[in-house]
T-cell receptor, first 110, second 114 residues
């Protein structure tokens, strides 16, 4: 079963625009992580936000976490064609390995 | 620093044949994971090792899947016999220690069962 679910499933934007994708989860977490996967490749870790944090930045990435709503969002600002990939949220409940959502497929048009 | 290495990258076999995947984690990483990723889905955990001990294999279909991590370093995942539904990408990941940490993924092995 998948703990996290991303929304939207697919997103297409123009280069330079911002991209926002959301993740909802079901049970209490220790942390939530976002990963990127380019076509045919493995996953690459982007950012980790702990349950006691509300917002975190890394370069053009901004992640928010609302534990009361059990949701997180990933914002990519000033998107580039190279940002085209699938983005997954993954939750850590402290009991098992990370549980991944089904991902958002982002297409950035040049 | 070398990343997680997996081989082969691609494998095509006929159903009922055996297949094996190999993973070499990042040096010093005690925790190793095998995931299966179906098309359009996120990775799903098959098995997690802490050193050489399998600490979570509840999602591993034990009738046909087996795994080992000898000496707590390299790991092999085997399917015997393979079924059509096993077609997927098999991902190996490692982390320094324990659950909840950042995981480092290999490129995966794409398996096609005909």
């Amino acid at each position: 079963s998948q703990q996290g679910e991303e929304d939207p499933q697919a997103l297409s934007i123009q280069e330079g625009e911002n991209a926002t994708m959301n993740c909802s989860y079901k049970t209490s977490i220790n942390n939530l992580q976002w990963y990127r996967q380019n076509s045919g490749r493995g996953l690459v870790h982007l950012i980790l936000i702990r349950s006691n944090e509300r917002e975190k930045h890394s370069g053009r990435l901004r992640v928010t976490l609302d534990t009361s709503k059990k949701s997180s969002s990933l914002l990519i600002t000033a998107s580039r064609a190279a940002d085209t990939a699938s983005y997954f949220c993954a939750t850590d409940t402290g009991r098992r390995a990370l549980t991944f959502g089904s991902g958002t497929r982002l297409q950035v048009q040049p | 620093e070398a990343g997680v290495v997996q081989s082969p990258r691609y494998k095509i076999i006929e159903k009922k044949q055996p297949v094996a995947f190999w993973c070499n984690p990042i040096s010093g990483h005690n925790t190793l994971y095998w995931y299966r990723q179906n098309l359009g889905q996120g990775p799903e955990l098959l098995i997690r090792y802490e050193n050489e001990e399998a600490v979570d294999d509840s999602q591993l279909p034990k009738d046909r899947f087996s795994a080992e991590r000898l000496k707590g370093v390299d790991s092999t995942l085997k399917i015997q016999p393979a079924e059509l539904g096993d077609s997927a990408v098999y991902l190996c990941a490692s982390s320094p220690q324990g659950v909840g940490e950042t995981q480092y993924f290999g490129p995966g092995t794409r398996l096609l069962v005909l």
